[in-house]
């Protein structure tokens, strides 16, 4: 069971890696692009409490993931 939420997990990441990408310079606008960057935090958060079954690195990871969509 592990193994296959690991597996998911893993895909899901690369799919949004895949969008992040290959499409994220078609969003015009700042603001736009920190929500899309927001949301892919939220989703390797997502991910990552699914294959881990809920550890708390993944909200370290949230954190560290949303501080940088701040930066861009």
Same mark, same amino acid.
């Not at 499409?23 to 935090?41: F, K, M, P, R, W």
């Given at each position: 069971?592990?193994?296959?939420?690991?597996?998911?997990?893993?895909?899901?990441?690369?799919?949004?890696?895949?969008?992040?990408?290959?499409?994220?310079?078609?969003?015009?606008?700042?603001?736009?692009?920190?929500?899309? &960057?927001?949301?892919? &935090?939220?989703?390797?958060?997502?991910?990552?409490?699914?294959?881990?079954?809920?550890?708390?690195? &993944?909200?370290?990871?949230?954190?560290? &993931?949303?501080?940088?969509?701040?930066?861009?």
């Amino acid at each position: 069971m592990k193994i296959k939420n690991l597996k998911w997990a893993l895909m899901a990441l690369a799919g949004a890696f895949a969008v992040l990408t290959a499409g994220g310079h078609l969003v015009v606008g700042d603001e736009a692009s920190a929500n899309q &960057c927001a949301n892919q &935090c939220y989703a390797q958060e997502n991910a990552c409490r699914r294959a881990t079954n809920d550890d708390p690195k &993944c909200g370290a990871e949230l954190t560290k &993931c949303l501080q940088s969509c701040r930066g861009k």
